[in-house]
Every structure is written in structure tokens, then in C-alpha cells.
């Protein structure tokens, strides 16, 4: 037990969601429980993680939702463990909403160099319906950027997904490569923009940030098959694209080929996502648990072959092994899929309510004085 890494949970404590400030000690080794010095407050190892309240063991629950990420079904865990369904499902949810809070606190936080992203969306069978999930990558890092479920493929869908893109950007100026959906071309002109100050009154106008390049490819379709592909430039000009394609070395022209390639990771990794399968999800929320689990591991936790580099010259091995997010320099090592599911997301720091009305007697009257 290391207190210098953990820092307190309450809300309430001013010294709330800071690392290595010395208050936090050791409370019991038996319970592995922490105290803070600065609130009195205790709080086990396992708070802020997937592994809180549970009787499970940590590496039991760990392999089984490492089974999960790896396209194997509940009804099979069930089988080979003797877990009960609900229990596995349960153990999903926490996990989806953890990764869910570690892909924005590490990922949408505006430091990723996305250079070029690109954008689909695909269908899911569903009990009784069929919805839509759209995500979106940066394709140097092949870092996968997050992901939006809705039961309708129109604006509402793609925005969201563009808001999560913008949250990831470090720079407002990259390649955008989408398919014909037009709501694309709407969703990005209208996120990436930025008010021009005129000190005057009113509201500034809004202008689309400098550097933004679009590519459409359009595809037409005859008796289920492709007939003709169509590359389309919808804003900035086919030198520029070509320029960005060429300096970050993902393909000689307008493509969603990385894109449609994660579709089919995560259509192999995700059981309900699977085109013909019995396993098929009830709710949204599963989809939206299992897509975070999904996207996590293969951001943190999972080597991408193209992503290796030489090693450099005595080494042991002939590659240098690289997740998405050591490539894009949100990690220096390869995540455990224990030390995922064990990491906590730090609480906001605490701030002093603003006090509101009129001041205390006693300080009114020391003004006064201070005043005289």
C-alpha cells in the first residue's frame, strides 16, 4: 500500500483529488483502508474503480472482463465460471462507466496531435430494433477517439461525435476524412468554430478555425455492391490534403479505410456487434458499457502491428512494441488490463463556495474602522 498515489474521495475536503500532498496515510493493512489527515475521512484501495464493494477477486473479475474485450459471450463465461448473468453484466457496466471516465480525464482533454481523423458509423442489431454507433480515430496514433450511440442516424449523432473530436484536438487544423454522409460537413463547420471579439455589443461571429481540411469519399451502390467510389474535397484544396496525407504517411488520397478497419476490431471484440449472432444486446446502456471496455483496452492496453517501430541497435527484440496511446504520448508503457481497471480518476480540485449576501456584521464594522 503506497499513500503517496492516492489522494481522498471526499467531495467536501479541500485537499480532495491531490496526489502526494502527504495527507493521506495508511488506516489498515488487514482492510487495505486510507485515511485523510486533512477531513478524517477513510476510504478503501478500491474506491473509484470497477473493483469497489465487490466479493470477487480482482484478477477473477479482471479475466473476465478481459474475456469480454475479446469477443467472448456472457453465456460462456457463465458457463466456465458458474457466475450468474446478471453478476457478469454488472461487472460490464462498472466497467464501461470507469473507462468511460478514464477515456475523458486522459484522451478529451485537448492534447492529442490528431493530424488526420477519420469518421463512420455503422448499424447494430439490436433485440427488437436497430441502432447506430459512430466513432472516430486519429489515424497516425490509430488512437480511437470515442465513440456515440443513437437510434437514428441523422445531425443529432454526428455532432456528438464531432464534440468529442474537438474535446481530443490539440490544434484545430486536421484532415477530416468521412464518408457522403452530408451531416458530416455540417457538424464539423459548425464545432470547429471560434468567435471573432468586435467590442461591441451582441454576440461575436462565429468563423470556422484556419487549417481545417474536408474529404468526402462518396460511394455508389448497385444491387448491395459498390460500383464507383468518388473522392470529394469539401473544404480546403487537393494540394493541402495531399500534403497532410503524405507528411503523416496514411495513403495517397481521400480514404476511410482506417476507420472502416477499427469498425471491424470492435465488430469482432464486441459480441453484440457481431452481423449474425445470437448474442444480441437489450439495452443501449450494454452497448455503450461494452464499446468504452472495448475502446480502452485497444487504446491502452493492446499492441498495434503498424504502429511498431525498429529497435534500436544491442536490443534483445527486433521491434519496439506500441499501443495507440503510446503513440500518441498519453502513455510511456503498455497498460495491464488490471492496472486500466485500477486507475482513478483523480476528483476536480476543491474550490471555496462564493459567499453570497451581505457581509458579517463584525467584518462590516472592521472595514469601518480600517476606513477611520
Known amino acids: 500500500m503506497n499513500p503517496q498515489s492516492q489522494f481522498c474521495h471526499n467531495p467536501d475536503c479541500p485537499d480532495r483529488g491531490q496526489v502526494g500532498q502527504g495527507n493521506i496515510r495508511v488506516f489498515s493493512q488487514k482492510e487495505r483502508r486510507y485515511e485523510c489527515k486533512t477531513c478524517g475521512r477513510t476510504f478503501t484501495a478500491s474506491k473509484g474503480t470497477p473493483f469497489y464493494r465487490l466479493r470477487t477477486g480482482m484478477d477473477v473479475v479482471t479475466l473476465v472482463l478481459t474475456l469480454l474485450c475479446h469477443g467472448c459471450p456472457i ?30 480525464h486522459l484522451v478529451e482533454q485537448g492534447q492529442v496531435d490528431l493530424q488526420h481523423v477519420q469518421a463512420d458509423e455503422l448499424w447494430v442489431k439490436m433485440v427488437g430494433k436497430r441502432v447506430w454507433m459512430a466513432m472516430a480515430m486519429a489515424v497516425p496514433s490509430r488512437l480511437w477517439l470515442g465513440g456515440v450511440i443513437s437510434p437514428h442516424r441523422d445531425r443529432g449523432l454526428i ?24 451531416s458530416y460537413v455540417t457538424a464539423f463547420l459548425r464545432v470547429f468554430r471560434h468567435p471573432i471579439p468586435t467590442g461591441k455589443r451582441g454576440r461575436p461571429r462565429l468563423v470556422v478555425e484556419q487549417g481545417l481540411l474536408l474529404g468526402q469519399v462518396v460511394k455508389q451502390y448497385a444491387q448491395r455492391r459498390v460500383v464507383s467510389v468518388k473522392q470529394r474535397v469539401v473544404r480546403g484544396t487537393p494540394e493541402a490534403i495531399s500534403a497532410v496525407l503524405a507528411s503523416t504517411g496514411t495513403g495517397h488520397g481521400i480514404n476511410t479505410a482506417y476507420i472502416e478497419r477499427l469498425n471491424a476490431t470492435f465488430r469482432s471484440a464486441l459480441v453484440p456487434l457481431v452481423r449474425r449472432g445470437r448474442a444480441l444486446a437489450h439495452k443501449v446502456t450494454v452497448l455503450q458499457a461494452g464499446m468504452c471496455l472495448v475502446g480502452c483496452a485497444y487504446n491502452f492496453c493492446w499492441y498495434h502491428e503498424s504502429l511498431r517501430l525498429a529497435a534500436p541497435e544491442g536490443a534483445s527484440r527486433k521491434w519496439q512494441e506500441r499501443t495507440p496511446a503510446m503513440a500518441a504520448g498519453l502513455t510511456d508503457h503498455r497498460w495491464t488490463m488490471l492496472e486500466l481497471l485500477s486507475y482513478q480518476v483523480p476528483l476536480p480540485a476543491w474550490v471555496a463556495s462564493k459567499r453570497r449576501g451581505r457581509p458579517p456584521k463584525q467584518a462590516c464594522q472592521s472595514a469601518l474602522a480600517v476606513a477611520a
Do not use: M, N, Y
Open 75 to 104: 453465456q460462456a463465461i457463465v458457463a466456465a465460471f458458474g457466475f450468474d448473468e446478471r453478476t457478469v453484466a454488472d461487472w460490464q457496466a462498472r466497467a464501461g462507466e470507469h473507462c468511460e471516465r478514464v477515456h475523458q
Open 159 to 182: 455532432t456528438s461525435l464531432v464534440e468529442k473530436v474537438r474535446a481530443c484536438a490539440q490544434s484545430p487544423a486536421i484532415l477530416v476524412c468521412v464518408d457522403g454522409l452530408a
